[in-house]
């Protein structure tokens, strides 16, 4: 059974930093593209970054490139989000998401089979 556990989360002025992190457990890590997802209030849930299953290649939504990185350690099983120059518009519940066949390179949302729970950022302006 596939887990995801994110954390990291939390309330941070405009222009600061964050990093999230995502546990993941019930398979093969290293295997799988990882990808994280935000859904703020009275939206749809939203494609932030993907990373295939190597960590060779990373994909990012045009609203955050340049200010946020995605990054994996495929020896612990972590996934990690380094958000930096957040703005208020990035308030929402992010979420980690894992794919649903082996070997993908996590660049489209289509490929995402497993959530976490979500964990809350909020960036007061």
């Known amino acids: 059974q596939v887990q995801l556990v994110e954390s990291g989360g939390g309330l941070v002025q405009a222009g600061g930093s964050l990093r999230l992190s995502c546990v993941a457990s019930g398979r093969t890590f290293s295997r799988f593209a990882m990808g994280w997802f935000r859904q703020a209030p009275g939206k749809e849930r939203e494609f932030v970054a993907g990373i295939m299953w190597s960590g060779n290649r990373a994909t990012y939504a045009d609203s955050i490139q340049g200010r946020f990185v995605i990054s994996r350690d495929n020896t612990n099983s972590i996934l990690y989000l380094q958000m930096n120059s957040l703005k208020p518009e990035d308030t929402a519940v992010y979420y980690c998401?894992?794919?649903?066949?082996?070997?993908?390179?996590?660049?489209?949302?289509?490929?995402?089979?497993?959530w976490g729970q979500g964990t809350q950022v909020t960036v007061s302006s």
């Open positions: 998401a894992s794919g649903g066949r082996p070997y993908g390179l996590g660049n489209t949302r289509a490929e995402f089979a497993y």
